[in-house]
């Protein structure tokens, strides 16, 4: 009885040990399988760490905000007033729920072709709070405005050409004439003139250089005549002195003046190039030749009858042109009158964004006005960046250029790394880890039971397998 029982106990125990030992292998099993999700939510938060997002910058990087939807696509200081317009890959505006029902009155399905200009008073006067009789009036004022603006533009581009001729130095000093009796072109070449004693230099220097002076003038517009003019009173000016040196200090001065006894002379042609050089520093009309290199210098004959005739038309263009500039002053002053400043760039800026929606058309997605969808969508270039420019025709008529690229190309837009994202990969990585530590203690608290009920389950084996080692010893004995 005695040996069945022990038996019996041996087979229980031996029973229990082996079900603590497939527990043990699960517990274990389960624990590698938290150390590999550990390394994946650790792997998922160094991944989170590397998260860019969008943000927009109005001082080269220096600081950022928000790329929102409000910021690309609603007029403010942000975006100094111009929309940043948020397209699909087909190039239509996407819209948020606000905009799309302003979207329906222009193009009922989002098709490209709608007309902005049908509907624009009344989306303006919704969208601003700009009465639509003050917007009227501005469209007139503008209207107006354009016409004179273009009116004087054209005027200016159809302005009489002045006839006018071009001539080498030599060629140009002929129109000096005859000064004091002097043939001053002669001269020129390698002539002087005498200005008498030095008591009568100086005042015979002035004469002969403000009749050079007088007659070139004759050829020249006025303000070029003040410019010769200006060009003889600074040699003039600059040689008073001169006259008092002796010959030596005169003829080392370089400015043509010498003197022999107790007379004066002067070189034509040091002169007339020192005044010359002054003349086109005073802003005097002349041009350098392609093909000869020399200085040409320019002039008109206002005594021929082509000149004369010119001069008839352009007093008439300048009427004309002087009354459009005057209307067109008058334009600018009443369409400023209408709407302020602030106005009429909270308008500008809507015109360019419905313009856009009617020549291209539009969508409608609630979750563009998040900023995170945003993102997302911008980084993944399934949605771009489209800038409008305004052009201006062969007709002068004002017109938008739209430029389409991804976000990352713009100027005002950075790739940063997501502080918001990093902090919450940082919570949820403290508390994936909370709940895996909290497993592997409850598994390290289980195995350590198992192991120790284990290991009295083995020294109670032992003790019945020597009971029943010595048992049969005995009874061998016995019967032996």
Known sequence: MGMAASQARLLQLTSRKNTIGRELESLSLQKMALTREMRQVSKDYQNSLSTKTLKWSNNAGATYIDLSYTNLMKPGAVNNNTPYLITDNNGK????????????????????????????????????????????????AGTNLDAATKKVNEL?????????????????????????????????GSGKINLGNGNNAQSQLNSILNGIATNIGAYLSEDDAKAFQEACNTYSSANSSLLSLNADQLNNSGVGITTDGSNYYVDVKTMLDTILGSYVSAGGEWTTSDTTGNDLYIWRDTDSSEWQEWKTAHDAWQAEYDAAVEECNTAVDTNNQVLTSSEESEINFYDKLFSAIAANGWTENAQVADNDYLNQMLLNNQYYITTIETETNSEGEEYFEYDSSIASNFDNIFAVNDSDAQEEALVEYEYQKSIINEKESRIDTRMQNLETEQSAINEMIKGIESVRDDNGERNFSIFS
Request: hydrophobic share 40%; charged share 25%.
């Open 93 to 140: 505006v996407v819209v948020d729920s606000d905009y799309a029902k302003y979207a329906e009155m222009i193009s009922a399905d989002g098709s490209p072709g709608g007309n902005w200009e049908d509907v624009r008073t009344e989306i303006l006067s919704k969208l601003t709070g700009i009465s639509a009789e003050k917007l009227s009036s501005s469209v007139i």
């Open 156 to 188: 200016l581009e159809n302005e009489p050409v002045e006839p006018i001729e071009k001539s080498i130095a030599s060629k140009f000093i002929e129109k000096a004439g005859t000064v004091l009796g002097n043939n001053i072109a002669d001269l020129y």
